[in-house]
């Protein structure tokens, strides 16, 4: 290989498809943390007080990789 010339890298897609949709991990995640926690899956991260942001990190630290 050529030293000027480097691998590409794929590029990530960070949108929702519409074959998975409502079945994207991110969204499962979410909805199921949000039933844990006994929140409105209309709840954004945001609105989280500091105890459920450091939980929602932990459970997406763990099972989004």
């Known amino acids: 290989m050529n030293t000027g010339e480097r ?3 794929p590029e990530l897609d ?3 498809s519409d074959s998975t949709g409502q079945y ?3 969204f499962v995640l979410w909805r199921q943390f949000c039933a844990q926690q006994g929140l409105s899956v209309d709840t954004l991260p ?3 007080n500091n105890d459920q942001k450091d ?3 932990q459970m ?3 099972r989004l990789r």
């Open 7 to 9: 691998k590409k890298q």
């Open 14 to 16: 960070n949108s929702v």
């Open 24 to 26: 994207d991990l991110r």
């Open 46 to 48: 945001s609105q989280l």
């Open 55 to 57: 939980l929602w990190e």
């Open 60 to 62: 997406k630290a763990k």
